[in-house]
């Protein structure tokens, strides 16, 4: 089979992409979808974090299952470093500061 000229219907002569090359273009747009309905979710997450440290208020503001956080958590790093940032903050003395500066 020659695998340089791409691959045509036999009767109308349009280009047919191959079963990997269409499932990989799924699979980008899928995770293109996922990222833009996950993403403001994230942002909401880290925000409700920050003043209270609490995962499971955080999670129900969010709209986000606890154990469907700790699976992305655990897939990306950058997620991980983000979450734990925010709850490092809800310790420390910056919480009151803020508040303070705020009155």
Known sequence: MNTT????HPKSGIF???ARAARKQQ????????????QPMLSVLIAE???HGSLPRA??????NS???WNWRQRDATLDHDVRRAMQ???SDA???AKWAVL
Do not use: E, W, Y
């Open 5 to 8: 000229q791409p691959r045509t």
């Open 16 to 18: 047919a992409p191959s």
């Open 27 to 38: 699979q980008a747009a899928a995770r293109a979808a996922h990222a833009a309905i996950v």
């Open 49 to 51: 974090l920050r003043p």
């Open 59 to 64: 999670c129900a503001a969010a709209g986000i």
């Open 67 to 69: 154990a469907t956080l």
């Open 89 to 91: 903050f809800a310790k």
């Open 95 to 97: 919480v009151d500061f």
